[in-house]
């Protein structure tokens, strides 16, 4: 992917910062005297935004949907969970954290020292390692 593709994903996605949702679901009653020897419920994590939309009067959900399982949780809201560690990175790769990095990628690659300057010995690897993150 080019770094411009990338740079459009992020101006198109919902508007960061997005944080970890993470809920403990419990059984209900009935489902765990049919089955006592369940064992305890995982935690659900997914992505949510840290700013409330006004018209839902809470987070807007970035990764955080499934199907209610009535009868089986004691809230049966809709959920969906992935693993923590993704959860956490999804939510530290908001669009503003992408486009900021964008930003700094772009200045460095756009960089050329001036005549005279002292240029560093690691400092050719970097400008490859640059211009290999914009091919496809």
Known sequence: MKLDELAG???????GPWRLAVDERQYTPEYIAKHPDSR???AIYGVVTQWIHGQLKGPVSI??????MPGIYADSSPRGSMDEKDAVYIAACDPGTILKLL???KAA????????MIV????PAM?????????P
Request: hydrophobic residues 40%; aromatic residues 8%; glycine residues 2%.
């Open 120 to 123: 560093y010995h690691n400092q």
């Open 40 to 42: 305890p419920p995982r």
């Open 109 to 116: 690659k756009d960089f050329s020292p001036m005549p005279g």
């Open 63 to 68: 990764t955080y949907t499934s199907i209610p």
């Open 103 to 105: 930003a700094v990628v």
């Open 127 to 135: 400008i490859d390692a640059l211009a290999a993150l914009d091919t």
């Open 9 to 15: 994903l992020a101006e198109k996605a919902t508007a």
